[in-house]
């Protein structure tokens, strides 16, 4: 064994990183992940359905911030069929986000995030 502690050959252990190293780029990782987060939640995505008559758009910390329905699209007669699209645009619109999240955070690569 060295005298300095680890393995002996592996420069100090986390094959030859320094532990003040690595806590810093540790630090540094956590605060861009964090940046990311903040500028993701202040994004903005949209989707629309039925030929653009259901409108959504949601944050990137998924808040719903706009429904537009127009008025053609409602009929008494048919609630299903506007409910249907209102739940397809609202879950488009959120897999936008999803999808944003996922390829912004996932540079990070650390097993277990996403």
């Not at 202040?42 to 653009?52: L, P």
């Not at 007669?77 to 955070?105: F, G, P, Y």
Request: proline share 3%; hydrophobic share 35%.
């Amino acid at each position: 064994m060295s005298k300095r502690g680890g393995f002996p050959g592996m420069g100090g252990g986390f094959g030859g990183m320094n532990i003040n190293q690595l806590m810093k780029e540790a630090k540094k990782m956590q605060a861009d992940m964090e940046k990311s987060q903040t500028e993701l939640a202040a994004k903005e995505f949209d989707a629309s359905t039925g030929g653009g008559a259901v409108y959504v758009k949601v944050t990137g910390d998924k808040q719903i911030k706009e429904i537009t329905i127009k008025k053609e699209v409602i009929d008494p007669e048919d609630v299903e069929m506007l409910q249907d699209l209102i739940l397809s645009c609202v879950n488009e619109a959120l897999r936008k986000v999803d999808t944003a999240t996922s390829q912004e955070l996932g540079k990070y690569n650390i097993p277990g995030l996403m």
